[in-house]
């Protein structure tokens, strides 16, 4: 035995073995020395940023990350009372083929053109959607939705988070913001009124849950980031809200609903996916809440949105036109038209004036000036900051009521009517013009307007104002607002001269 055992000892294996168990010795007491050198973890709500300092999370988000789980159960909790599941019924009219009395028999005994003309049905189509909870006066609950949803509605029906049903009707609507108010009456005071953030502070991001109720699934919950802000003009009929991005699932049915943050307040009104199938592919768009807060006051009010107007037609400038007004690399909107006696023309405004500010506020380009002058109080005066021949200025505006787009429509009182842009290579070529033509050239005359009146076109040549030579659009701009009274234009069309005279 004991040679068996003095052997085993000078074996090959067992100095391995015994190297082995050294080395594994070593190991656990320098991993033991280590992990007695980090930082306890803390118990209660501070053990999970402990937990996230130690995956390697910056110190300064430890708190949110940790926080996440629980974050969401409270916001749910707080937010899915006061979003609501509304349904509609939508009259749709449309054109059937007509057979007469007595089909078969008149298809085939009627005379030529007779019978089978279309005719109109009207039939029933039901919808549903979300909204939220925003308002309460007395008995009256008011909750906010998209118009795609409830604007046209003939029958609507909110269904509260507790199953309770309500038969409401529509207080307002607005297709540019794509959003409308509906009001239900009860007597329960204990139902709750969402709390509206600031859409402002949002940044790209920041952690959103979208409430709603897709494909009918009432109080359905998913979350998500910031995905951009910003987003403009790609809704249904939208032309003046701001969207926010978000990768929150969207689906038909949540239309109408909260996209909110992590303190469950409001950010957003859920209204419209980008997707080839028509499900959600984390593309989401909800208008932001700040653009909604006034039109939720108006649509209580007045039933609409009461929206400011200028009595300008603004665009942003064709290229070679922005580089001979010295706007190269400028952000703003160009004023093209100006309705005669409209805010605009009373606070000295005129065509070529270029808005960069409202009230301090940047103008980038013309969504933002439409918007902004959307957003202007009714009767009270407001800053524009404009470049007008190359030289910054700034002018008082007492922005109006804007009335029906079919009043504002009456052209004959917007000058100069018609648009002018220089002629370069691209215009030479279109209109076929020979290599000595230059200035400008007629680009389009606005139907109704004084000009199309007396009988400017489009492609005349404009060669002079009132005597004075124009040769480019500084030229053209400083003629048409130095005065007043008779414009007298002297024009070459197709070689010919041609002098027309229009009154302002």
Do not use: C
Not at 25 to 52: D, E, K, M, N, Y
Not at 231 to 248: C, H, L, M, S, W
Not at 439 to 455: H, K
């Amino acid at each position: 035995m004991l040679r068996r055992l003095q052997a085993l000892f000078k074996s090959k294996n067992f100095f391995t073995a015994n190297v082995a168990l050294a080395g594994a010795i070593v190991g656990f007491a320098v991993a033991f020395t280590l992990l007695a050198a980090l930082p306890r973890p803390q118990t209660g709500a501070l053990a999970p940023a402990s937990r996230g300092e130690a995956l390697g999370v910056p110190v300064s988000v430890q708190g949110e990350v940790g926080m996440i789980p629980a974050s969401f159960r409270s916001v749910a909790a707080a937010v899915l009372p006061t979003v609501v599941e509304i349904k509609v019924v939508d009259i749709v009219k449309e054109q059937v083929p007509s057979f007469g009395q007595g089909f078969p028999w008149n298809f085939f005994f009627q005379g030529p053109g007779q019978g089978n003309a279309p005719q109109t049905q009207e039939f029933k189509q039901e919808g549903l959607g979300s909204g939220v909870i925003v308002h309460r006066a007395g008995d009256t609950v008011y909750v906010l939705t998209n118009n795609h949803v409830a604007g046209d509605a003939s029958q609507i029906e909110v269904v509260l988070y507790d199953k309770r049903q309500f038969k409401a009707k529509l207080v307002g609507k607005d297709p540019r913001l794509d959003l409308a108010l509906v009001s239900f009456v009860t007597g329960d005071r204990n139902i709750p009124v969402a709390t509206l953030g600031d859409s402002s502070q949002m940044q790209v991001g920041d952690w959103v849950l979208a409430v709603g109720n897709p494909y009918g699934y009432m109080s359905t919950v998913t979350a998500g980031i910031v995905s951009a802000l910003g987003r403009e003009g790609e809704g249904p009929g939208n032309t003046v809200a701001r969207y926010i991005q978000t990768d929150a699932a969207i689906n038909k049915g949540n239309s109408g609903g909260a996209l909110v943050n992590l303190e469950g307040q409001v950010v957003g009104i859920n209204s419209w996916i980008a997707s080839p199938q028509g499900g959600s592919v984390g593309l989401g768009f909800a208008i932001a809440i700040n653009d909604a807060k006034r039109a939720i006051t108006d649509f209580i009010n007045h039933g609409s949105v009461q929206y400011g107007w200028l009595g300008a037609s603004v665009q942003d400038p064709y290229p070679t036109l922005a580089a001979q007004m010295g706007l190269d690399g400028k952000q703003g909107s160009m004023i093209y038209h100006i309705f005669l006696d409209s805010p605009a023309d009373k606070g000295g405004l005129k065509p070529g004036d270029y808005v960069t500010a409202i009230n301090g506020v940047r103008v980038t380009d013309t969504e933002e000036l439409l918007r902004l002058v959307g957003d202007l109080p009714i009767g009270r005066d407001a800053t524009f900051s404009v470049i007008r021949y190359g030289e910054p200025k700034k002018l008082t505006v007492r922005v109006a009521l804007r009335e029906s787009d079919q009043k504002l429509s009456a052209n004959h009182n917007l000058w100069p009517g018609f648009e002018v842009v220089p002629i370069d290579a691209t215009v030479r070529s279109q209109l076929n013009l020979d290599s000595a033509t230059k200035g400008l050239v007629v680009s389009d005359v606005i139907g109704q307007t004084q000009a199309a009146i007396a009988g400017i076109q489009q492609g005349d040549i404009v060669r002079a104002i009132n005597g004075t030579p124009v040769n480019n659009a500084l030229d053209f701009y400083r003629a048409i607002g130095a005065s007043q009274g008779t414009f007298n234009f002297k024009l070459d069309r197709q070689g010919t001269t041609v002098n027309i005279g229009i009154g302002r």
